[in-house]
C-alpha cells in the first residue's frame, strides 16, 4: 500500500477537528447561540466563555461552532451542484463530440466570458438573502468551469483502447459514459472536489459578510466576521476566530486534494 501524502494526513486532521466540533455543538457548549446575556457583553476569552462574547453577550464559542455547520453545509452544496452537474454535462460533451460538443462549448464560452461575480451579486439580491439561495447561486454559477474541466478529460478517454474497444462491442452512449467514462473521472473529480471546496466556503463567507448569505440571529463564521469588524480593535475575538476557522478550513480542503492528486494521480490510471 502507497504510503499517503503528508499534506493528506495533515489536512484530514484539521478537516477532521473542525468538522467533529460543528457537529458536536450541543455536547460542547452549554450557552445557545442566539441567546444573548446583556450582563456579558464583549467579555474577553475566559473559563466560562472561551471564545468570549460578542456585542449583544452571545457566547462565541458557540456561534463558532453551530456558525461552522452553516459555513461547510452551503460549501458542500455548492460543490455538489458545480461539481454533479459540470461533470456530466462535460464528460457527456466530449464523448459525444461533433455538433453538440461545439454547441455545449459555445454556450461555456459565453457563460464564462459574463463576470461571476457581478452575476451572483445580483443573482443573490434578486432570490433574497439566504444560505439556500447563495448554494444555488454559487453552485450554479461554478458548473461552465466543471464542463470544460471533464470535457477535456472525455475527450482523452474516448480515445482510450478501452472505450473504442466497448464502442466496437456495440455499447450504446449511455453505457459508454456511465460504464468507461465517469469511473475513470473519478479522481479528478475528488482532488478537484476537495479543492474547490475551500474556494467555496471562502466565497460562502464573504457573501455572508455582505448580508447576502446567513441572516441574524442565525450565526456563520462570513456574519460573525461582520458582526465583530466595528470591535476588531479592541474586542479582536469577535473578527479574529471566525476569520481564523475560515482560514483554517479553507487550508484544510487545499492540503486535502493535493494530497488526493498526488495519491490518486489522474494522469496515471490504466487503460
Known sequence: ????????????????????????APLLTPYHPDIA???????????????????????LF?????????SLAVAFGVVAIGLSFGTLIGC???LAGGWIDA?????????MSIPGLVVALALSAALGPSLLN?????????????????????????????VRAARASGAGFSRLLLRHVLPNVAPTMATFGSTALGSALVAASA????????????????????????NIMYEWWCAIL??????????????????????????????
Open 62 to 70: 458557540s456561534r463558532l461552532l453551530y456558525g461552522g455547520r452553516a
Open 207 to 230: 457573501f455572508s459578510f455582505l448580508g447576502l448569505g446567513a441572516q441574524p440571529p442565525q450565526a456563520e463564521w462570513g456574519s460573525l466576521i461582520y458582526e465583530g469588524r466595528n
Open 134 to 162: 447563495l448554494a444555488y447561486v454559487l453552485g450554479g454559477l461554478s458548473i461552465p468551469y466543471y464542463v470544460r474541466i471533464f470535457r477535456g478529460e472525455a475527450l482523452s478517454l474516448r480515445e482510450r483502447g478501452f
Open 242 to 271: 471566525p476569520g481564523l476557522l475560515v482560514s483554517s478550513a479553507a487550508l484544510g480542503f487545499i492540503l486535502v486534494g493535493d494530497g488526493l492528486r498526488d495519491l490518486l494521480d489522474p494522469k496515471g490510471s490504466v487503460e
Open 92 to 94: 457527456a460533451s466530449g
Open 103 to 111: 454547441a455545449i462549448m459555445r454556450i461555456v464560452d459565453v457563460l
Open 37 to 59: 446575556e446583556p450582563g456579558a457583553i464583549l467579555q474577553p476569552p475566559s473559563w466560562a466563555h472561551p471564545a468570549g462574547t460578542d456585542s449583544l453577550g452571545r457566547d
Open 1 to 24: 500500500m502507497s504510503r499517503l501524502p503528508p499534506a493528506l494526513i495533515a489536512g484530514s486532521i484539521l478537516l477532521l477537528a473542525i468538522v467533529l466540533m460543528s457537529i458536536a
